[in-house]
Nanobody
Framework: QVQLVESGGGLVQTGGPLTLSCVAS????????AVWIRQAPGKERELVAA????????YYADSVKGRFTISRDNAKNTVYLQMNSLKPEDTAVYYC??????????????????WGQGTQVTVSL
């Protein structure tokens, strides 16, 4: 079993930065691809960033490309999402999810093995 705990969410002004962390516990995280998925009220779930198990391959949704960076430190069992130039439309609950695969998941409906509880990000005008 792997438990994922997100942190780093909060209230930030438009244009500001925020970094989310997702810490895995229970077993080694290094064989899992990891993603950040967000969901805003009334909107569909969106996969914003993904990293392969090694961190060598990444994926970004067009809506965040150039502004968000996903990274991981397998020694610390942690995945990060650095968010810059935040916009009000980035407001959502952000979830970390993981799946044991060599592939790079890009679908928010993929069958992820583990999910975190989510962290709220609110971007004010």
């Amino acid at each position: 079993q792997v438990q994922l705990v997100e942190s780093g969410g909060g209230l930030v002004q438009t244009g500001g930065p925020l970094t989310l962390s997702c810490v895995a516990s229970g077993r080694s995280f290094s064989s899992y691809a990891a993603v950040w998925i967000r969901q805003a009220p009334g909107k569909e779930r969106e996969l914003v960033a993904a990293t392969s198990w090694s961190g060598r391959n990444t994926y970004y949704a067009d809506s965040v490309k150039g502004r968000f960076t996903i990274s991981r430190d397998n020694a610390k069992n942690t995945v990060y999402l650095q968010m810059n130039s935040l916009k009000p439309e980035d407001t959502a609950v952000y979830y970390c999810a993981a799946v044991a695969t060599l592939r790079l998941p890009t679908d928010p409906s993929y069958e992820y093995d583990y999910w975190g509880q989510g962290t709220q990000v609110t971007v004010s005008l």
